[in-house]
């Protein structure tokens, strides 16, 4: 756990930006497709924007992100662009990946997020991957990943977390835990009462943490980062959390308690950031202007995929291989 | 008027067929035990609702929720399997499948014949996928031809729910590890409904049209796309014979045969790539018994070489589209 | 750990006539082969006998096993007749197997012999579904499952005990760690120091043992049977063992350190229970008489598979599926 | 004597020609790198001995022994390929590869495509399979016509070891993911030496034989069984071409339709099973572009339908022979 004396403004206001632009963002994104404008599969990830934010504001701008569906709020933070971003998810020409890859698969280099993966678990072999070419290539780039809970329960999960240890790759393992897998609790499907408990089975460095917190999660991510940068090995962060709006948009979220659910929206980490945030002297004028700034981004970006022409359908024909093949 | 409404016959949906058959195959026989992601009810029955209720009627015991875990569903699946269950595991999307392989193909497609015949593996993996609905590229591929490719492993999918009914439950009750595809975008959609405990047999393909001119061969999906064409088609004195393959493997070589015997000319249509997919096989059975008999090559219809795409432009761009069939028909009458 | 002193006179002498059959067996066998007279893939148990006459001692005639293809000493163990077990390493069409499944995939329900796989770790995932189905059915049975502890380090090892520990599956997970997978020492592949220190990942009963102490290795078993057939789930139990003829015969060892190698040797368990008989006064005259007995039954077995048939080729067309396809 | 022994050209086993390749691209980019089982010297250099020497010369950090983690090799691989590495990763026997699926067909095919050619997955799967030898039912599968049928991915085999050098060192130097299949039982097989640096185009077959009166086409072992069939069949006056494909996808489909638009015969073979093996795709594709050409339907020889037995006299009637090649091509020219 890192200093949180060490964490001075700008820190703190870069981590409150990169949050509240997912916040508004996934409002934005819900109501849009809530109002048929937009028709996609979605994964709201309401509630674990300070997650996100804390974590990526840990990392250098091309350290290595790969993510899950639920990833908006990973992306964001790490830096893709809001109109790139959003035409993807609206599978225009402009996106990204020029709308081949949708929401489940962002890509995108140039802020490191290389894989983001439909499969639950396999972006973790992946990372370990993009940390070896690192380690080689000495270029002091670190790799984060990020996955649920329940994707701790998944083969792959295990095979990364022992090779990045004997191995010692510059890698981080984040569990996103939000308590929930689609609609499974993590007690139903999982064998030990903690996660962190299958740490010492890959002898990896771990640590548990209320992702909710900024302050202990991007502690326990720089502290993570900076052993891997050092060349010390892997951590795996057991990041505890909550998704307020269940597996996918318009899931009722029938199988969790009503009390749980109550009790993680009033420690709803959004407010409460703001209000550590205001408790620190930072004004509420400043973080107003920040909100007012994130809604002019995300009002711009959405208009533009909304906007923004499809994909000529030649494309089919390029990106399967190098070459592209004939028609 | 009201005469009429009595006598229509009564519909179903794909989704109320698939969980119907399970509900009687577990009424029928209590070693029929389900496992899945989310199957039972207090997860909601399944992400397409299809185990819905069964977990309420028979227990979590029997309807059993179970981590994210593949290689360990199917595996206890095959173990269960062995010591005389039927049980019927949902893998809920195909494309998971890649990381169950090892289960389904080094043992539950071998366990039969490397034990000599000692044990029986009487396991249904149901499994849902399809393009064309924005799942993108790791939730939409048709990977059957990897399944038909196996010996011992049996595949199933049906274009109609009553088929779908029939077929499911021909596979939990069949001794022999089965494949049951559903298709995502179909559970929704519904179709004549099918008689209490009515079952289709593995292996026998169906003639959906009656035709002279020319078959067209399909399973899934593109079997109400071929019925249009030949709709279409006989405005324009073009006689099409739709043949429903429903076992896709092995499939019902005399069938086929039989049907394109008659017609002398063949179109083999289905969603998943052409290249290397099952309609190769059908056509080159077809031409190996066929060769002298037939009048024009036969056609295949496939999704187009690449990765479901996102975009709803370019899925569509990819996927095998009615005027696809159309076109090979024709392609086929005018050779 | 069970009581020793529970463990009277028959049952140590049922160990030893498990455990000298697997010894003498696994002599002919390396024999046979070394002198061309049998040419198949041998994977020598010499030195895991201990372990699983012990092992196997524990269990019912009815249990459920499921072993690798380093398995003859837990199938012979578990009692597969000699001479069907030898016809099908043979390939002949009176083997176990009618010569389809070969060394590798012996099957055997008789002897609740249900699988034997050559696919590093796949058996875990059936032998739950194995007992699952005693759980189910009420039958009281337990299902081991054998691998090894390079086996401990893939996908389906980590999905079987999470698996079986939230279903509480009477199932008993034998790791026998003979401190290699092929020619990898655990260090090199592993990142826990202990291979027990996986089970808190999974929340299950684990235990650790030296598996060539057949009284240490009879109690965890023991223990572990009886907590799975009482309905309290599974165990993971890591038997530390070696193995004398590395991975597959004719395998120099040249990765094994001399002094390892003969630290094994000179501990070698087969002499060592032996002794620890005599000790317990049990005569050299009927240790010597079940030798004896035991070189007829090798012989007679090996003789018997040598002189047998190959399958009819037919049989090809047999247990594809239930119904025989055509030629 | 002397003389005649010193033209005699150089030998290499596919065994040799495999680590030559290796050795050869990691002399030449730095970023190729190796990862599998026991790969290492210390570990041997593989259980072929495919990679003896690589760790001794490159380090064991280019040349890393892996755990028994077939996810975690591939998807290394994947990770190491998309930050510009060109990984080669082992998966000791082609089954194992039923593990490792989602890496290769979920990711490794698709991320150039899903991520819109904003990355690529330069990497080479090496894996050998055959039967024949006595490895059983779970070591012996040639699952080929799967990774066929994935889009974004391509499948090389050698019939010699101067195209197994020249192919593997292609499929390593090539930006598109790759899967290398060796032969179990050739590893030790010679053939003539391959020049230094000499790479096989990916996607062309060759013409190993030239003939006038029918194609056979294949890839791997078959070839040699073909050739030997084409100088027996030439005694009885019939000309016998015989085509390597090589790249099995995407194969060289002008190579095939070119030998059998002048032969207007042929025969298809492969070790694989032949029910919806890539034997019906090149079938497929010769009778659908050279229907009205074709003197007699197109001929697939195969194995038989059924898991690879153990017992060798079993294995032997699994297996496709020799004499399936010679009466498939008698059957063509005969028709
Ligand atoms: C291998 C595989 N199995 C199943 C699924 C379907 N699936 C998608 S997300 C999900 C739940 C994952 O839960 P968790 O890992 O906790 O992440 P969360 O969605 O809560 O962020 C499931 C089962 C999948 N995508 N991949
Ligand atoms: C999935 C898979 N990967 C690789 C192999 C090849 N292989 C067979 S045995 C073995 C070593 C296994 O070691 P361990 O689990 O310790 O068992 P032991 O042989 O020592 O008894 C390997 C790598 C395999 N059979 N299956
Ligand atoms: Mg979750
Ligand atoms: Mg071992």
Same sequence: chains 1, 3.
Avoid at chain 1, 67 to 81: E, F, S, V
Avoid at chain 2, 8 to 28: H, K, R, S, V, Y
Avoid at chain 2, 264 to 277: D, K, N, P, Q
């Amino acid at each position: 756990m890192s200093d949180v004396e060490t964490m001075n403004d700008e820190l703190l206001l870069d981590i409150y930006r990169r949050a509240n632009l997912v916040y508004q963002s996934d409002e934005k994104m819900r109501n849009l497709i809530l109002s048929g404008s937009l028709q996609i599969l979605y994964y709201s990830p309401r509630g674990q924007e300070i997650l996100a934010a804390a974590l990526m504001a840990a990392l250098n701008a091309d350290d290595y992100l790969v993510t899950t569906y639920r990833g908006i709020h990973d992306q964001l933070a790490k830096g893709i662009p809001s109109s790139d971003l959003w035409a993807e998810f609206a599978g225009k020409g402009n996106g990204t990946c020029k709308g081949k890859g949708g929401p489940m698969h962002i890509t995108h280099p140039e802020t490191g997020v290389m894989v983001t993966t439909g499969i639950v678990g396999s972006g973790m072999p992946i990372a370990n991957g993009l940390a070896l070419s690192s380690q080689l290539e000495g270029d002091g780039k670190v790799t984060v990943v990020c996955f649920g809970d329940a994707a701790s329960n998944i083969g792959a999960f295990h095979e990364s977390l022992n090779m990045a240890q004997i191995w010692k790759l510059p890698v981080v393992f984040v569990c996103q835990n939000n308590l929930y897998g689609e609609h499974t609790p993590v007690a139903l499907s999982t064998g030990c009462d903690e996660l962190i408990d299958r740490a010492p089975g890959y002898g990896i460095r771990a640590v548990q943490v209320n992702g909710n917190d900024a302050f202990a999660m991007y502690g326990a991510a720089k502290a993570a980062v900076d052993h891997a940068r050092a060349g010390n090995g892997p951590t795996f962060i057991e990041a505890k959390t909550f998704r307020f709006f269940g597996h996918l948009l318009g899931d009722d979220s029938h199988y969790i308690p009503a009390e749980e659910m109550a009790a993680a929206k009033a420690a709803d980490p959004i407010p409460a950031y703001r209000a550590a945030l205001l408790d620190r002297q930072i004004t509420e004028a400043t973080l107003d202007a920040i909100d007012a700034q994130i809604a002019e981004e995300v009002e711009a970006a959405s208009a533009h995929a909304l906007a923004s022409d499809y994909p000529d359908p030649a494309e089919l024909r390029r990106d399967v291989f190098e070459k592209e093949i004939a028609a | 008027m009201s005469e009429q409404a009595v006598k229509q016959p009564p519909a179903m949906t794909f989704g109320q067929a698939i969980n119907m058959a399970m509900d009687e195959a577990m009424a029928l026989d209590r070693r029929v035990i389900m496992m899945g992601e989310d199957i039972a009810d207090d997860q909601g029955g399944g992400v397409f609702g299809a185990t819905k209720g069964l977990s309420a009627k028979y227990g979590v015991d029997r309807v059993r929720t179970t981590p994210i875990s593949e290689q360990a569903i199917v595996g206890a699946a095959v173990g269960a399997a062995l010591a005389g269950y039927r049980p019927v595991a949902e893998i809920m999307l195909m494309n998971f499948v890649t990381v169950a392989m090892d289960q389904i193909v080094n043992h539950a497609a071998k366990l039969r014949f490397m034990s000599g015949g000692q044990t029986s593996v009487p396991l249904t993996i149901r499994t849902a996928t399809g393009a064309g609905v924005g799942f993108g590229g790791q939730h939409s591929d048709m990977l059957e031809a990897w399944f038909a490719h196996v010996p011992g492993l049996k595949v199933a999918t049906a274009s109609n729910p009553a088929d779908a009914k029939g077929l499911l439950l021909s596979c939990i009750l069949d001794n022999d590890p089965c494949i049951f595809i559903e298709n995502s975008a179909s559970y929704g959609v519904s179709g004549p409904a099918a008689e209490p405990g009515a079952r289709v047999p593995l292996g026998k393909a169906a003639v959906a049209r009656e035709g002279e001119d020319v078959t067209v061969i399909g399973y899934g999906p593109p079997i109400a796309h071929a019925l249009a064409v030949a709709e279409e088609m006989q405005a324009d004195g073009i006689s099409v014979e739709v043949l429903d393959l429903r076992t896709i493997a092995p499939f019902d070589v005399e069938g086929v045969l039989a049907s394109v015997r008659k017609t002398r000319r063949a179109v083999v249509v289905h969603e998943a790539v052409r290249a290397f997919g099952v309609g190769a096989e059908v056509s080159s059975v077809i031409h190996e018994n066929l060769f002298d008999d037939l009048k024009a090559p036969v056609q295949r219809v496939g999704s187009a070489f690449a990765p479901v795409p996102f975009s709803p432009v370019l899925e569509q761009a990819f996927l095998y589209q009615r005027q696809d069939i159309a076109d090979a028909v024709l392609k086929a009458v005018k050779h």
